[in-house]
């Protein structure tokens, strides 16, 4: 059981990259193995934290690993979106260079501050992960963009400004944070309380 989350890890960076095989293939029903992966990456993603905290490996490089897999995967799941609805993200690139902009300053500011990237896993990122799975499944399943894709890009600015937040506030690199107002606790000494199911 203790390598489980390891091997969901491995199977949601895999998974990233078939889906880019199959995007790019003649196969009948893309667009609904796609989202199929698509649902399976997430799980992965859901479960592979969950049980490395009930075995007892939830340690800071499997976190850390988990974190970069997320983005590789999401981006590999993008590509398919370009492959299939390339007009869409023409229509919307400006709101998805400023994603990217803001995914990027994470990173800068975490390995300025800390001197490693950041592996908050806060909530509004969870949050921003589902709002980021439906509007995937909007575009690629439906080739529609709409109100799935205003709310991805509404919590993925909202929850990068609380990444923002959480690294400003931290002392010292800590993953999983819940959100930055535990950042702000923690700074001030306190001990903060970690959902089981997300963050414990």
């Given at each position: 059981m203790k390598k489980v989350p390891f091997l969901l890890i491995a199977i949601r960076l895999l998974l990233g990259f078939v889906m880019i095989l199959i995007a790019n293939s003649d196969f009948i029903y893309v667009r609904l193995i796609l989202v199929l992966l698509m649902i399976l990456g997430?799980?992965?993603?859901?479960?592979?934290?969950?049980?490395?905290?009930?075995?007892?490996?939830?340690?800071?490089?499997?976190?850390?690993?988990?974190?970069?897999?997320?983005?590789?995967?999401?981006?590999?799941?993008?590509?398919c979106a370009w492959l299939l609805n390339p007009e869409i993200i023409l229509d919307h690139k400006y709101a998805i260079i400023s994603i990217f902009v803001m995914e990027g300053l994470t990173y800068v500011f975490s390995i300025l501050k800390f001197g490693k990237e950041t592996c908050t896993h806060?909530?509004?990122?969870?949050?921003?992960?589902?709002?980021?799975?439906?509007?995937?499944v909007s575009m690629i399943g439906f080739g529609h963009a709409g109100i799935p894709f205003f709310l991805a890009v509404f919590f993925g600015i909202?929850?990068?400004?609380?990444?923002?937040?959480i690294?400003?506030?931290?002392?010292?690199?800590?993953?999983?944070?819940?959100?930055?107002?535990?950042?702000?606790?923690?700074?001030?000494?306190?001990?903060?309380?970690?959902?089981?199911?997300?963050?414990?």
């Amino acid at each position: 059981m203790k390598k489980v989350p390891f091997l969901l890890i491995a199977i949601r960076l895999l998974l990233g990259f078939v889906m880019i095989l199959i995007a790019n293939s003649d196969f009948i029903y893309v667009r609904l193995i796609l989202v199929l992966l698509m649902i399976l990456g997430l799980l992965t993603d859901i479960f592979d934290g969950i049980i490395a905290r009930k075995v007892g490996v939830s340690s800071e490089k499997l976190r850390r690993m988990d974190s970069q897999v997320d983005l590789i995967f999401w981006l590999c799941v993008g590509w398919c979106a370009w492959l299939l609805n390339p007009e869409i993200i023409l229509d919307h690139k400006y709101a998805i260079i400023s994603i990217f902009v803001m995914e990027g300053l994470t990173y800068v500011f975490s390995i300025l501050k800390f001197g490693k990237e950041t592996c908050t896993h806060a909530l509004l990122s969870k949050l921003w992960g589902i709002t980021l799975l439906a509007a995937f499944v909007s575009m690629i399943g439906f080739g529609h963009a709409g109100i799935p894709f205003f709310l991805a890009v509404f919590f993925g600015i909202t929850g990068h400004i609380d990444v923002y937040l959480i690294i400003y506030f931290l002392p010292i690199w800590t993953h999983d944070v819940p959100s930055s107002y535990h950042a702000y606790l923690i700074r001030t000494g306190k001990t903060i309380k970690k959902h089981k199911w997300f963050n414990g």
